[in-house]
């Protein structure tokens, strides 16, 4: 018997909450609105067990209040998931632009949430020159990926990965956002470095020269209870 994942929990967990929250958004009943708040709490405990172990769902209360004030009236109260970018940014000497993120200490591509009233190619400029120092000019959409699968959020977001080129700047890492930054070949990778197994093929054949199709998650069969 396959043991449930930490990561499959947080899915569940996150799954239940959406559809209790777009229920509460839509419905007039304060019946249903009862109902979808009990399946919030036992949503919040599923969540905490994943996150803490079942010692403190005690204090799950936390993610539901969190739930609760997203909740909208209508169309704005439709749970997706965030959006963020991701920018795949080389340079002259064919390498990748990889930080370590303070927040975790693993290694990655820039990345940040997508700014209202900014488009998504504005958005990597910004937040590249912010975190690194770099210039960046964005070429084309390379992947679209789901950060819960991949592994680096514990929040529901699409992460849009743009395939950039260096354009000017110097290395100069903002403090809050990353510990290190680096140039980095595909043989050269560093440690720990997450979901490379997913997106460093075809970020390096992009660096490469390849025109290959957006790449995104493979389909899960059946799609709701598989976990790869």
């Known amino acids: 018997m396959e ?3 930490e990561k499959m929990l947080r899915r569940w967990a996150e799954s239940l909450a959406g559809v209790a929250r777009t229920g509460m958004g839509f419905t007039e009943s ?20 994943a996150d803490f172990g079942r010692d403190g769902v005690l204090d799950a209360d936390g993610y539901v209040t969190e739930w609760l004030g997203d909740v ?12 963020a970018v991701g920018a795949a940014v080389t340079n002259d ?13 693993i290694w990655l591509y820039p990345t940040g949430w997508c700014d209202v009233g900014y488009s998504a190619p504005e958005v990597v ?20 990926l789901d950060g819960m699968r991949l592994g680096v959020s514990r929040i529901p977001l699409y ?10 700047g110097s290395l100069q890492i903002h403090p809050l956002e990353c510990t290190d930054a680096g140039w980095f070949t595909r043989d050269n990778l560093p440690s720990p470095t997450i979901g490379a197994e997913r997106w460093a093929g075809p970020i390096f054949a992009a660096i490469d020269g390849e025109q290959r199709d957006v790449f995104y998650d493979d389909l ?7 976990e790869s």
């Not at 304060?30 to 405990?45: C, H, N, P, S, T």
């Not at 009236?73 to 998931?81: C, F, I």
């Not at 000497?93 to 200490?105: C, N, T, V, Y």
């Open 3 to 5: 043991p449930v994942t």
């Open 30 to 49: 304060q019946f249903e609105r009862e109902r979808y708040e009990e399946v919030l709490r036992i949503a919040g405990d599923i969540k905490t067990a």
């Open 72 to 83: 909208g009236r209508g169309v704005p109260g439709y749970a997706t998931p965030k959006v």
């Open 93 to 105: 000497a064919g390498e990748l632009l990889l930080i370590q993120r303070a927040d975790s200490g």
């Open 125 to 144: 400029v910004k937040e590249v020159l912010e975190e690194t120092g770099i210039e960046v000019e964005p070429v084309r959409l390379i992947g679209v």
């Open 159 to 168: 992460s849009l990965i743009f395939f950039c080129r260096a354009t000017g």
């Open 220 to 226: 899960r069969r059946p799609v709701w209870r598989a």
